[in-house]
């Protein structure tokens, strides 16, 4: 396994990866063969591309019988298998996929599914009973793999020899913030093409910019003008006292911009470029926001933009998406998975990533929330042989499904304009956790949330900060044990 240090690299290489799925021919037949993806860069490239080829070796298995439990979440794509062609275009993705790799390598896929509330469980059981286990490779959600992991449930991927997350089908930004004192026990590759619908993104009224007179918002984003002021700018814009009551009330009249609070908070600070937790020069976790002060200043200044009455960001749920749907709101602060929820809104609608604090900060950054993924149990009775076949199913999903599950699903289904289709590029290319958002979200990102839209204008932030300093250090401190261990 070879470790990746450079973000900025990550990020190119998933801009990349995400205009292959973009541009790629849909026929899923022939996974190799690249010769009708479309144009720009994707025309050049070419087998000896190291990003992009599978270097696994050439053996078969026997016929073995491969095992695998994954998540009952079949709306989100977990289960690894589907029982045959039926002209859904993501579901005959897999299907083709599979089958690609079951006649290569000589296996046969079993897939059974189980509520994803009790994956956790199912992993404990299987490690405890001891012996190679009934499952090769066991679903978790990402803050129960890193649970699994400190448990010692999980493969340390130093010992999976063909499993390569230097490659470009791996998301390499998220995956090294999981990593523990340099070793990594899980990893999101394009097989887990959940992650993608849980990045987050704002949504858009496009009738009611244009009603406005507002500017191209896609124009902003390129020319990296879109920032927090000009989005509480233009969402103050478009609120209207429907009622005339002297009150902005959300579903009555029209709100600004609406969000349940534990997406809208966490993705405010993530897309300033700040965390709860970073990591030290040992890859190890600490919880460094007590030690910045323009984290201080980002959450002061969101908070008190949350707190005016254009805006509801202290609250989940309270029917945001209908209003949103019913042009009670502007914009919408979700996810990229909530576009097939919304595909039969009247009023057109477009997708944006998430603004830069100010026009100092260089880059954008997307939250990405949680998502499952397969995971090796050490129970693992071949190593080589589950290796070879985790790596294959990234690779063969980067060269079929994303295309199915974006160009066709996404793109050409939920996404209006090509616009937005770039836009969700910008998303993917941008794309990180924070593991104190998702990891230890019980701990530390609800409770603290939760006591920021208490205090609504942010008086008190560094001190509720500090307040949950303790916690996170009793949890850094299990991880510290752990690694001091492996």
Known sequence: MKKITMRVTALLLAAAMLAFCLSACADTGNPEDTSAAGGGTLEEETAEDPFKTLDNPNVTFDN???????ADYKEYYTPLDVESLNSEIVNDAIY?????????YKIKFYNDLDHYDNLLTDMEKQVNAGGDGDYELIMLICRNAYTATIKNYLIDYDNLPYVDVNKEYYFRDLNK?????GKMFFAYGAESINVLSFANCILFNKNMAVEHGMPDFYDMVKNNTWTFAEMFKYAEEAAVDTDGDGK???NTDVLGLVGDYDKINPAAWIAADEYLITKDADDM??????ESERFIDVMQYVLENYSRDFVSAFTAGDGKNTAFMEDKAFMWAHQVGTLISIRSMSSDYGVLPW?????????YVSRAEDAWLHCVPTTCGNTERTSVILQALAYYSYRTVYDAYYEQALSAQYVRDPQSVEMLKQIVATMTVDIGDNVW?????????AAFCSQKGGTKLASTLKKYSRTAERLIKTAAEFAAKN
């Open 177 to 181: 913030q999981f990593t523990i004192g």
């Open 96 to 104: 083709t996929r599979n089958r690609t790799i079951e006649d290569q």
């Open 355 to 363: 603004p830069k604090y100010d026009l100092q900060q260089d880059h």
């Open 441 to 449: 979200y019980q701990d530390i990102r609800l409770p603290l949330v």
């Open 64 to 70: 073995f019988e491969f095992n695998v439990l994954s």
């Open 285 to 290: 976790p600490a919880f460094t926001c007590t």
């Open 248 to 250: 902005l009330k959300l």
